[in-house]
Every structure is written in structure tokens, then in C-alpha cells.
């Protein structure tokens, strides 16, 4: 590097030098193929926002999907959690091929999400929000619910430890009680990733979980991320801006520009690869 | 001093008396406003259709009984026997909850991410339709319905405080309170209703987590139906199950003016507020000009709110960014 790095690029790096450390300790496992998409494109009238993207993710692996502005990644990510139905393509998860399916099926199946633009419960406070994530878990009938009583307050309180187990995980046990619409924009990220992590999801979407964030509360989203795919085993697809994160975390790095995918690979094969440079930087037509 | 008058007294337990009648209204509109954002023009005409139905299973009519007679030749008005009133209640709450399943699939279902206002002119349609199909299923004529609540003034208040007061309001009093301590409890310590409030604050979230939104329409739908169905059966006993039952939905209005649109205890105070008000300003106010304020009283105070505070007494304060 030929420019010094200012003070907040050097604190930045020591962090996530420090997180890699930490975690580089014990290498994780990376399993099989868990979720594969093939071939998928999606329409919306005459537009194209995603042309004929095929990758997959591995279980147990930080998946990132990078690209500029616009270039289908968010619409990636409502596809794969059923928000959007694409006119072509298909999805293998565990091994089966998806049908069509309504985004509450898809939760069942163990996939959770946030959001870019923050869908919390304001409302509600941390802990019921949190709790809502829990609702795939509870089966107990309406009978029971609505008398309150025997299988279904056991379930609850089954359901509840769980739930304070998060919340300690996440360090937001000062607001529990708090409706999450007066905290601030950081803590609301990580209740919302709270409520993602209580479904126990086979797979984690994460659309932006830094996105607006200032460098210390970057730095904590980083680690409990981080925490979250080592100590759980989860498996993580995420979106984020940040090249620094991105490429200190993630296991492997997907590319999107103008809805078609032009990089895939571990973040040194990505960094060198000359379509993703020019898609950043820009390249001049002459 | 009007404090220690008693006939001050009476007014004011009958207004509030009269207020909750309202709020059983009211709440109808709520419950469904919160939990799909979508204002219920047809709750007055459910509250009639439920205390048709439940009229026609008391006294054994035969629905469609025209029709029928019309397509077969047929003369059969009645079965002849009627059934018990709480087998009759149940059942009346069986067509509620088809009816909501039948709302959500004709109308709400395809009407999916429409504006606020398209599915409010839906929901015009669907109180001329219910109403239609009410005078259909059941005839026009007014009914009285009787489910052995207790009628008259009670005794033992004006033996005691020289207050008049009707039984029929007490009793609609108790079940008011009783209905919205289960609503409380269930939309705060259950699954679903958590659910039901997941889904009122964020439909998109809702769906991420693994809530259904049909489904739960379904129950909101069906809630709904059950305070129509015990606000069909309070004003149907009090005042005879007839067709300008539907207008009530009119007084509910300013009520929810007054309590806001998303809250549930502000259904109940408004509804206690605008009933007071409007019998102690005919007391007061009427008189001197000439009477009759209570057909407008109710409305004069919504439209103030409006100007003063457009969310109401306990409605989320409306902040947009720009």
C-alpha cells in the first residue's frame, strides 16, 4: 500500500485482524451443498433484474453476495426466501428441489432473514419480538393457548428460556422490555437478527446487517455474525457493501452486477478477478 | 350544585351504559383496522347479519325460505322447532366464522397489496351484499330477540339510589368487559396473539418469520365476527333485530375518532366519552337550542378531535419523513 491507512481504516483492521485470530484458532467445518440455485431468472415485466444465476451455498459456511447498486442483490435474496417467484430456474434445498412456495412455508423450512430496511415489530418489545421468531417452533393448539394453561404455558416458558438465550448471546438484555420503535438504528439491527437467530434457521439471510452502521457497531455486528455461524453451526448468505467485512468474513464471495453474476470464489480469487474490478472502479469505453 | 343531584347520576350511568353499546361496536372496527389496515365499512351490517342468523336458528325459519318456495312450489317458512338459544349462539358463530373465511377468500385475497381506500370500497360492497343477502336469508321484517337476558329497569338500583337503570345495559356492561379482558389476554400472552400483533405492525416481517397472513385474516375476520355476533345480540334484545341495526355502525365512527383507530381501550373509552357526553349536553345544552343534540353531538366532538388531535385519545401518532 502505498497511502497510510487513516486511523478509523487501521481500527477497523485491527478488529477484524483481531476476530480472524481468534477465530482462525479452529477452523471451521464447512459440510456439503445445502441450499443450490440454478439457472434462476426473474422478470418484472421487461425488466431483467436477475439474468441466469447459478451458486451454491455450503452448510456451515459465511456466504457473501456482493455487487453495486442495483445489481439484484436484495431480489436474490427475496427469491431464495419467497418473497419473489422467479419465471425460471429452481432452488435445491437439502437435497429437494423447491416447488412454489408462500415466504411463511419457507420459514417452516429453516430459513430466516432480515431485512435492508429494517421489519421489526416497532410496537412490540425486544423480547416479544424476539419471541415471534420462535412462533415456527410452538405448536400447542388455539384450544390450550387461549385457555392459557397446562401444555401451552409450559411451552412458553420452554420457548421463553430459549429466547433469553439469544437475548444474552446479543448482550440486549437492558432492553427487553423495550418497544424496539425507540431504539436506536444499531440495536434494532440485532434484535431483527435476534429474531432471525431464535427460528434456529438451517440458513441465514442477511440483507445489509451493517449497512448505516458506525464503525463500533459494525465491529459488534462482525463478531456476533461471526459467533453466530461458529458457535451454532449456522449457515450464512449475506449481503453487505462493506469490501472490508466482506471480504475478512466471508468464506466464499459471490458477485452480482446488472442482475448477471460475473465473479464466484474465496475473497482473493474474487479481489483479483478483472470483471469485478471494472464493475467497481468502472472501466473506460474507448 | 348538579353534583349532588341524582337524576346528574342517572344520566351519567346511563350514558355510560349506552357508550358501551357503542364500544361493542367500535371494537369490531378496531380489531380488524389494526390487524389488516383495512376499515371495516360492513361491522354494523355483520352485527345485524349475526342477530338475523341467530334469530332465524332460535325461532327455526328456514333460510331462503322464498326462494326455496319460489324455485319448489314449496310453503315452508319454518322448521317448526326452534333450537336452544346457546346452541343457537354457537351455530350463529359458526356462520360468523364462515363468513370471514369467505370474506378473506373472495375479497381480500385478491384484493392483496391494493390501497387503503380500494379495499374500504370493497368493504361498502360487501355491507350491501351482507345486507342483501340478510334480507334473503332471513326476511325483512323486525324480530325480537330474546336469549333470557334480563329486561326492564332494575329494582334493586332504584330501591337502593333512585337511579333507573336497565338490566339489559348492565348485562351488555359485564359482557363488554368480560370480551375485552379475553381479547387483552389473548392477543398478550398467546401464540396467535402475538401473531395477530406481529401481523398488524409489519406484514412483510410476518411473513419472514413463518406467520401465514390468510390464516390469520381468517381469525381477525372470525374475532371480529364474535364481537358483531355479542353486539348483534346486546342492541337486538334491546331494541328488536331490524335493518337500521346497520346504521349503529355510523355512531361507531366518531367514536373511534375520539379513541383512535388502533387502539383497543380507546373503542372503550371513547365509546364511554361520546356516550356520556351526548346525554349530559342534551341535559345541559339542549335546551337552549332547541333539543336534539344527541343525533349530532357525537359527531360535532370527532370533528374537533380532528382538528386538535387527528389520531385520537390512544391512536399511534402519524410521523412521516421526508
Redesign the interface.
Known sequence: MSLPPTAEAAENDDAYAAAEEEHGLNPRQVGPVIMDIRNITLRFGGVVAIKDISFDVREGEIRAIIGPNGAGKSSMLNVI?G?YHPQEGEIWFRGKKRGAM????I??QGI??T?QNI??????TTL?NI???R??K?H?N?FW??L?SGP?EAE?IEHRERVEKIIDFLEIQHIRKTPVGRLPYGLQKRVELG?ALA?EPQLLLLDEPMAGMNVEEKEDMCRFILDVNEEFGTTIALIEHDMGVVMDIADRVVVLDYGRKIGDGTPDEVRKNQDVIDAYLGVAHD | MFLTDPFFWEIVVSGLLAGVMYSLVALGFVLIFKASGIFNFAQGVFALFAALTLVGFQTGQVPFAHVLSWLTGTEIHNWGAGLPTLVAILFSLGVMILLAWVVVRVVLRPLVNQEGIILFMATIGLAFVLEGLGDLMWGANVKTLDVGLPQGPSDTIIDATGMFVEKIEISAAVVAVILVVALMMFSQYTKMGRALRAVADDHQAALSVGISLETIWWIVWSIAGLVALVAGIMWGAKSGVQFSLSLIALKALPVLMLGGFTSIPGAIVGGLIIGVGEKIFELYVGPFIGGATENWFAYMLALMFLLFRPQGLFGEKIIERV
Open positions: 426466501n418473497f408462500k415466504p411463511h412455508e420459514a417452516k430466516a432473514r431485512f421489519a421489526l415489530f416497532k410496537g412490540m416479544d419471541m415471534t421468531g412462533l415456527t410452538m400447542k388455539m393457548q387461549a392459557w401451552a412458553e429474531r427460528a
